[in-house]
C-alpha cells in the first residue's frame, strides 16, 4: 500500500470512496452526511489533511482525514467540556475503508500517521468520534490507545461515543 496525503487531483478517487462508503454501510445512521461546507474544504490545507491509502492498482481503497476548523468538531468539543479557544483541537474523521480492503488495518495506520502530523502542527487535543455499534471504529480508536470520554448525541440525531486520542 502506498500512503499519502490527498490533493485535488484525488477529488474523483474520494468522491467514488464516499459513494461506495455511503452504499454499503449496513447501518446508515454510522456516517453523518457530508455538508456542503466541508466538501467544499476537502483539499484546503488550513481546514483538512486526508491521507488516503492506495493499492497496488493506484485504486484509493482506504482514507481519513484531520479536521483543524472547529465547523468539524465545535459540538463535539463542546460535549467534552473542551475551550476550543484556549486549547489547539483537531478531529480525526472521515474515517474510510473499502469493504474488499477491511481488517488489514489501514485505518489504524492512517490514523496514526495523522496523529503525528497533528502533533507537527502543533495540536494540543485530538478528537474522534464514532457511532456505538460500529466496531471496527471503535476497536481501531482503541487500538491507538484513544480514551473513550462520553457517548452523545451530535448534529441533532447522530449518537457517538467521543474519544480523546494519546498525546
Known sequence: MNIRVLDKNDKASLEQLIYTIENALPVPEWWIPIDDIERSHFFDADWTCFLGAFNDDNELVAASALFFNEHEFAEEAEKLGLDIRST????????????DFRGHN???????RLCSIARNRGIDTILAVAHPDNVASNSSF??????LKA???????YQRNMYILPW
Open 106 to 112: 489501514l485505518m489504524c495506520e492512517l490514523n496514526k
Open 142 to 147: 482503541r487500538r491507538l490507545g484513544a480514551e
Open 88 to 99: 489547539n483541537v483537531a478531529e480525526v474523521g472521515r474515517c474510510m475503508v473499502h469493504p
Open 151 to 157: 457517548t452523545a448525541t451530535v448534529f441533532g440525531s
